[in-house]
Structure formats: C-alpha cells, structure tokens
C-alpha cells in the first residue's frame, strides 16, 4: 500500500490499482478509496482504517502494475528533486534517471521529462520561499504543464 502525490491529490497504489479518496468517515474515522477507473464503470472501492483494510470491492478493471510502478517512480523522482538544493535539481533529477536506467531501462522512456520535472519544482519552490517569478523566460516554460 502506497501512498503518492499527483496533481495536488494523493493517489493510493495497492495491488495494481489506484484510488482516490472519495469520503471519510467522522465516527469512525475510516476512508473510503475508489479506484480511479470509475469513470469506465468500475466501481471498486477499498476501506481503510488505522492501516487495514476492513473492506473492499472487487474491480471489473484489470490490474495494471506497470502503470502504479511508473506513478510511484515519477513521485519519488518529483520527491527527490523537490528535497534537493535548488541548485542541483538538474543534479539530482540526472541521478535519479541514471539511476533508474541502471535498475530498468524499460521505465526510460516513462520518465518526466527534465523540463516538466523542472517548471513543476521550481513553480512549488518559489512558493515555498516566495520567490517571484522574474520575466517571463521562454514561452516554452511557461507552457509546460504536467504530462501524466
Ligand atoms: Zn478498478
């Protein structure tokens, strides 16, 4: 079971499946996660409490461990950079990819790019240490959005 960071929400990976959180429960405490395929008709749900899970649903979607591996890869690589100094991000992210391209070439090409990792961080860090953004560099910058 874990837990990852994507697009302002966190995405839970478990067995091959990813879910959003969709309630909580005041009385109990216990979270309600649905799978994020809902949108093609599964309605998959996992409850968690204190660490277990005392229920779930079946899926009708097919696990995709691939794709929960490549999220959980680009969190830790957004995760890595983020914790870095400001000025080795390109260090820190070179790392990460020779690292991976040491350990599975095949997640190579699923990788973020340098440049979307790039704007991504240095957007949160000028808000962490509220830097203003200075004049505008590059269109291209300015456009890059995240591409998941
Ligand atoms: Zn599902």
Known sequence: MIFIERNGGVVLLRNGHQYTKIRTDNKTGAEVWRCVKWRKKCGATVTLKEGCVPSETAHICQPDYTANFIAKTKYECKKKVMTSDLASVPQTYNKFIAEIKETNIDMMHHMPS?????????????KQFGVKKRSKKSSDECSMGETE
């Open 114 to 126: 340098f440049r979307s990792v790039k704007s991504a961080m240095y957007a949160i860090r000028g």
